[in-house]
């Protein structure tokens, strides 16, 4: 049973409906399960939709939606479910998406209760202070997180629950 994965690396062309996956040189079209636009919140491909289908040549995905209002730069959410390259592919890409996310960090969710907070880290690099906090209810405590810690401990649980158990 293989396991879905969130693309990250490819070019938009909404003038031509098209997607290019720039970390593959083929994509199998019934492993692309779903793309939004995360800018405007809109499905432009669901796999069980027929109004959101597309055709795939190569790495390029052309879409049937109409994507002409779209911008090339809005950030999209793809999510695809290779044909299974055998459990060291895997392993790589793993290993290969965890350096990634430990290099430059995007944000994470810190929830202890509700309402959940979002927290954006853009470097790595400590916060000394904090100049202006526009809203803020109450706070109880506040410590010193480092952002590559909650980003280890969220891809080790991950591997144990996923990869790991999956060997034998």
Known sequence: MSQAIVVKSYTFNPATKQITFSDYSNVDLEGVK?????NSGIIIYQFNDGTKGASVSG???TLDYDTSSMSAS???MIIYDPPTAGIFARIAWGLQSLIDLVRAPTWTVISNGSPKVQCVFTTDTA???VGTVNALASLTSLNTIDARELIWSAKIAEYNTGLRSKIQ
């Open 34 to 38: 779903l793309i939004t636009n995360v």
């Open 127 to 129: 916060v000394g202070t």
């Open 59 to 61: 790495n390029t995905l």
């Open 74 to 76: 809005d950030a999209l």
